[in-house]
């Protein structure tokens, strides 16, 4: 009996050509395991435990990079996993509960600026205050979400920091949005800055809202996107020295999208 698991386990090792890939009596996987690309640069590595993944698993890219550190328990992720862009940064991070996120958790810009921070219940929704930054570091939304869905009013700001507007939501839908007129005190000497330049502003959920020149916040050459509530393009509307002066629309919008 002894001779045939020497065997087994001998077997198991030529298999997997690296000598800290063992099986246990029972022909599980036990103990620390590498695994590796065809190249032979390392692909994963983490502990087995009773034929499960258990502890922290670390992953690589094929040109070396780490990949990802996930921490499993009896074969299920759950617990501290962090993601990373293939040149080693940091791409997103949290608390992670075999299917959904818990708690707090980041993702990142590829240069390295936090791009939304988020906060999970203990089902996987969304809740409390949620942000959201621009590649610069500046803040982008801000906003409150309960069990999943938007509540209340959500602040957005443009590129520069500036508040530019404030949309209200009614049961998770959008209801109304006001534009922010900033002011300062007259004795403050002081005129704010609110943006010259080509700026591109995002919606919350990803989607183009507004791109092109803009002088002291405002709009003067360019385009501005118009969604319904299923997030498809349904207008651009194009302006002119600060007006609308076309509207795409229909068969001319078809002809925008296929370019």
Known sequence: ?????????????????????????SGQKAGSWIFHYDNGQPEKAGEFKNGEKHGIWTGWYANGNIRYEITYENGSARGPA?????????REEGNWQELFWVGEYRFFHPNGQLFYEWSYNNSGRREGEQRYFY????????????????????????????????????????ASSSEVNVTTPAESGMV??????????????????????FRQGELKK????????DHVLRQIRVY?????????????????LER
Not at 82 to 90: F, K, P, V
């Open 1 to 25: 009996m002894a001779l045939a698991c020497f065997l087994f386990v001998f077997s198991g090792l030529s298999a997997q050509d690296d000598p800290a890939n063992l099986y246990n009596e």
């Open 82 to 90: 962090r993601m990373y862009y293939s040149d080693g940064t940091l």
């Open 135 to 174: 590649a610069n570091g500046n803040k982008m939304y801000l906003g409150e979400w309960m069990n999943g869905s938007i509540s209340g009013h959500v602040e957005v700001y443009d590129s520069t920091g500036m508040m530019v507007q404030v949309r209200n939501y009614e049961g998770g839908k959008f």
């Open 192 to 213: 704010p800055f609110k943006g010259t330049g080509f700026h591109t502003i995002y919606r919350m959920s990803g989607e183009v809202y507004r791109r092109g020149y």
């Open 222 to 229: 360019g385009e501005e996107y118009v969604y319904d509530d």
């Open 240 to 256: 002119e020295a600060g007006r609308v002066v076309n509207i795409k629309s229909g068969t001319e919008l078809d002809r925008v």
